[in-house]
T-cell receptor
Framework: AQSVTQLDSHVSVSEGTPVLLRCNYS??????LFWYVQHPNKGLQLLLK??????LVKGINGFEAEFKKSETSFHLTKPSAHMSDAAEYFC??????????FGSGTQLTVLP | KAGVTQTPRYLIKTRGQQVTLSCSPI?????VSWYQQTPGQGLQFLFE???????NKGNFPGRFSGRQFSNSRSEMNVSTLELGDSALYLC?????????????FGPGTRLTVL
C-alpha cells in the first residue's frame, strides 16, 4: 500500500520569507516522490522529483525538497517566497501500487 | 512540442446521461493516465493506458471506462452520470517506457452534472 499525508491544508507566508510545505509518505516499495503545483484554472506542473538518486532534490523556481527515509518525509522548501508562488501544491508518491497517489494538497498564500 | 490537450474544456450534463472526454498526449508519448479531481476526494487515479492496453486501474466503478487508440489518443467514458461525478478530469501523458516516467498534465475537462 502507499499513501501520502500533507500535514497542512493551508500555509500563509509573507513575500520574501521562507516556505515550508510538509509531506509524509508511506510505501512498502522503494518510492519515487514528486511535488506538483497547480495554479488556478491550470493543469498540474511538476516542480521536482526524487527517484533514489541524491536525497536533496532541486526543482524549478527555486524550490527544493529533501528525502528523509528515516522520517518518511519529503518536505518542500523555498528560501524566499514570491507572489507568483501562490498556488496549490501536491505531494505525490509512486510506489508499491504502481500508480500515482496524491496528497490532499496544501494551499499556499503569499502575503504582500 | 505541443502539450497535452483535452477536449472539451467544459461540459454540462444531466443525471443519467453519458459523457465522453478526449485526450491527445504529447507526440511520442505512449502512456496516458486519467485522474478525477474533486474538492472532497482530491486527486484520484482512474486508469492508465499504454499501447492501447489498460495497464493499471484505480478504484472506480465500472461506469468509468476508457480506451486508447493506435495514435495514443485516449478517451474516457462515464455512463449513467451521477451528481457526484461532477469534477475536473485530468489527463496526463508520459513516454511510459520505464517503470515510472514524469507525467505531463493537460488543463483538464470540467464536468458538471445537474
Amino acid at each position: 500500500a502507499q499513501s501520502v499525508t500533507q500535514l497542512d491544508s493551508h500555509v500563509s507566508v509573507s513575500e520574501g520569507t521562507p516556505v515550508l510545505l510538509r509531506c509524509n509518505y508511506s510505501s512498502s516499495y522503494s518510492p519515487s516522490l514528486f511535488w506538483y503545483v497547480q495554479h488556478p484554472n491550470k493543469g498540474l506542473q511538476l516542480l521536482l522529483k526524487y527517484t533514489s538518486a541524491a536525497t536533496l532534490v532541486k526543482g524549478i523556481n527555486g524550490f527544493e525538497a529533501e528525502f528523509k527515509k528515516s522520517e518518511t518525509s519529503f518536505h518542500l522548501t523555498k528560501p524566499s517566497a514570491h507572489m507568483s508562488d501562490a498556488a496549490e501544491y501536491f505531494c505525490v508518491v509512486f510506489g508499491s501500487a504502481r500508480q500515482l497517489t496524491f496528497g490532499s494538497g496544501t494551499q499556499l498564500t503569499v502575503l504582500p | 512540442k505541443a502539450g497535452v490537450t483535452q477536449t472539451p474544456r467544459y461540459l454540462i450534463k444531466t443525471r443519467g446521461q453519458q459523457v465522453t472526454l478526449s485526450c491527445s498526449p504529447i507526440s511520442g508519448h505512449r502512456s496516458v493516465s486519467w485522474y478525477q479531481q474533486t474538492p472532497g476526494q482530491g486527486l484520484q487515479f482512474l486508469f492508465e493506458y499504454f499501447s492501447e492496453t489498460q495497464r493499471n486501474k484505480g478504484n472506480f466503478p465500472g461506469r468509468f471506462s476508457g480506451r486508447q487508440f493506435s495514435n495514443s489518443r485516449s478517451e474516457m467514458n462515464v455512463s449513467t452520470l451521477e451528481l457526484g461525478d461532477s469534477a475536473l478530469y485530468l489527463c496526463a501523458s508520459s513516454p511510459g517506457t520505464t517503470s515510472y516516467n514524469e507525467q505531463f498534465f493537460g488543463p483538464g475537462t470540467r464536468l458538471t452534472v445537474l
